[in-house]
């Protein structure tokens, strides 16, 4: 409130303003990297890498398949070839054996991808170091879609600066929020510029309005970057909090015959955005989902992943093994319990008081 105050108090409501600047030097000073583009959302920004990297139609992007369709559809929109990499179990993100063979594939067919999209699928790093030697080997530039990973560490750095470009977002339902909003991040100074020119209309340097180009209005307000601000000193507490109810329901839960958790590999500390859940077959998570349905608790399905939406029906997929595809079998056995940070312990004791009832009732029948 104070900082939003201080946007109306000095008459600073704009996309554009003190605020903005503050956010995004704060924000790329977190992440460790030369300079963040505060944006309207993150999927500007995943939109405004894939202008800045030149992709173009026909071109091939590979992508990390278990993602919400946000982190794709900009390059959908764009006409590229979509290429969809399966997750590895370890840590539920981009398996470098898929992305391994995807670039195999490509070379064989001497399309090599513009870029190769990878996904902190929530809360928790890709385990970047086997992934930026493939990328490295093969020149592909990686875009890191941390838009749910604020706050979450690789190997002690914080993700968010381990692409040539890098995304957050500021959405309602992430862990920090400004009501809506994203990030742009990355090392290249250039480039970035050339991601403030198109993201304000691309008006040339001229007293007039002239264009050599064309653009968006991608920016953040004054007073929404103010929000960031505001939450940004409170992201350690978060993830603090978000650790805390994982760690609650995993020790409550735990114990449930056919019930697993999302795993956290030694190299990763994931922020635990959502807690997630996996259950054995013949366990079904959406017959839990209608049980805290009823009781007026919201849970959500695990992402289903690109390769079976329909609309990339027809797109190349690689999977982590040969007859294993562990995406299609999280979003089958998945279920994302609530996990907001300011989750009350009673509210955490009525949502596994639920949980149990559902699979007691489940594993007595099974
Ligand atoms: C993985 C992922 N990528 C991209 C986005 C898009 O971010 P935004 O909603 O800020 O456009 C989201 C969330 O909404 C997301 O979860």
């Excluded at 309207?40 to 920004?45: D, I, K, L, M, V």
């Excluded at 002690?156 to 991040?185: A, D, E, H, P, R």
């Amino acid at each position: 409130m104070k900082m939003i105050e201080e946007a109306f108090a000095t008459n600073w409501i704009a996309p554009l303003g003190p605020h903005v600047e503050a956010f995004e030097r704060e924000t790329a000073a977190f992440a460790g990297v030369k300079s963040a583009l505060a944006l309207a959302s993150g999927t500007a920004a995943l939109h405004l890498s894939a202008e800045l990297l030149g992709i173009e139609r026909g071109d091939v992007v590979i992508c990390s398949s278990l993602t919400f369709a946000a982190t794709i559809a900009p390059l959908y929109h764009k006409g590229v070839e979509c290429v969809f990499a399966d997750a590895e179990p370890e840590s539920w993100n981009i398996s470098p054996k898929a992305l391994e063979a995807a670039l195999a594939d490509c070379d064989k067919r001497g399309k090599l991808p513009k870029a190769v999209i990878i996904v902190n699928l929530y809360g928790q790093s890709c385990d970047m170091e086997p992934i930026l030697a493939l990328c490295n080997r093969c020149g592909a530039p990686i875009i890191e879609d941390a838009a749910e990973s604020l706050g979450a560490l690789y190997k002690g750095k914080q993700t968010g600066g381990f692409g040539k470009f890098s995304v957050f977002s500021y959405n309602g339902n992430k862990i920090i929020t400004t009501s809506g909003g994203g990030m742009l991040l990355s090392d290249d100074e250039g480039a970035m510029a050339r991601a403030r020119f198109l993201s304000q209309q691309a008006r040339d340097p001229a007293p007039w309005y002239q264009h050599t180009t064309l653009g968006w209005n991608y920016r953040l307000s004054n007073i929404l970057a103010g929000v960031g601000r505001g939450q940004m000193l409170h992201i350690a507490e978060r993830v603090a909090a978000r650790r805390r109810i994982f760690d609650r329901y995993a020790m409550e839960l735990g114990d449930i015959p056919g019930i697993s958790f999302m795993p956290e590999p030694e190299w990763s500390r994931s922020n635990r955005w959502l807690t997630v859940l996996t259950l054995d077959e013949p366990l079904s998570p959406l017959s839990v989902l209608e049980h805290l349905s009823g009781l007026n608790i919201e849970s959500r399905p695990v992402w289903k992943p690109m390769h079976l939406q329909p609309v990339f029906e027809k797109a190349r997929y690689f999977t982590h093994e040969d007859g294993r595809d562990v995406s299609a079998e999280l979003f089958r056995r998945g279920l994302c319990l609530p996990s907001g940070s300011s989750l009350t312990e009673s509210q955490q004791t009525r949502v596994i008081d639920a949980v149990k009832e559902n699979l007691d009732r489940q594993n007595k029948k099974a």
